[in-house]
């Protein structure tokens, strides 16, 4: 039997959900690949308030993902890649959940969505990074289309990455 894919919806993130974010993610499963520790409610509000100046900017960012019934899911989206390592310079999409909502097609959904947004905006490719040895990630990756372009080592943790690329 094939399951219809999630309802979905994205909006730039507000305030609020700052602390829906750090709900969400407070979880160590969740941010395995993430640097591994939860992180404060303080980086959420700083993380939610830099999106909405990329939406502003840029024409993109890392969304908020809500369900069908407006609970929030996690985020989606595209940003311009943060660190000085890696692929500088570019636009990179990503994806995060809560513990809750793995497996239901919500990532794939929404990274489609996220990049009818991105190639609206202008943006002729993305890339994501990924670790190593997250296979859902790269699952999500792979049905999106996406290339591995190049491997890379984090610089902090030393972990494994691919760096998957995407023309639009």
């Known amino acids: ?3 219809s894919p999630p309802v979905i919806r994205l909006r730039v993130p507000t305030p609020e959900d700052a602390a829906a974010w750090h ?8 941010m395995e690949f993430h640097g591994g520790a939860s992180q404060t409610l303080a980086h959420y509000e700083e993380f939610t308030a830099r999106q909405r100046d990329h939406a502003e900017r840029h024409g993109c960012c890392f969304y908020t ?14 940003q311009p890649w943060p660190h000085d390592w890696g692929p500088v310079g570019e636009i ?5 959940l809560g513990r ?7 990532a794939t959904v929404a990274a489609r969505a996220a ?10 490719h993305v890339v994501a990074m990924v670790h190593e040895h997250n296979t859902r990630s790269i699952a999500v990756a792979r049905r999106l289309g996406m290339r591995v372009a190049e491997h890379l080592v984090t610089p902090v943790s030393k972990s494994p990455a691919r760096c998957f690329r995407l023309d639009l």
């Open 1 to 3: 039997m094939t399951m």
């Open 92 to 96: 990179e999409i990503g994806w995060r």
């Open 100 to 106: 809750a909502h793995w497996g239901k097609g919500y």
């Open 65 to 78: 993902l809500l369900d069908a019934s407006g609970e929030v899911v996690g985020f989606t989206g595209a």
């Open 115 to 124: 990049l009818e947004r991105v190639r609206a905006a202008g943006i002729g």
């Open 23 to 30: 709900r969400a993610f407070d979880d160590p499963e969740v």
